[in-house]
């Protein structure tokens, strides 16, 4: 998958997500569609901040020059 693509189907899984549990307790659609949206953008902001990490990780800590 692409990675800039990545945390877009994420973050619109999330919101789908929360837009239907929201549905389950009988809140107003815009309310939920409100919380989906917020959702959608935490699901986003959250996969590219995991993707950061796991690369940090991958190519382990940066060297500083010693002198």
Do not use: W
Not at 45 to 64: C, L, T, V
């Amino acid at each position: 998958m692409n990675k800039k693509l990545k945390p877009f189907i994420e973050g619109l899984a999330v919101g789908c997500v929360f837009i239907s549990i929201t549905m389950l307790f009988q809140i107003p659609l815009y309310m939920s569609f409100i919380i989906g949206a917020l959702a959608a953008l935490g699901g986003y902001r959250n996969s590219i901040k995991m993707d950061h990490e796991k690369d940090a990780k991958r190519n382990g800590p940066k060297e500083q020059d010693s002198q």
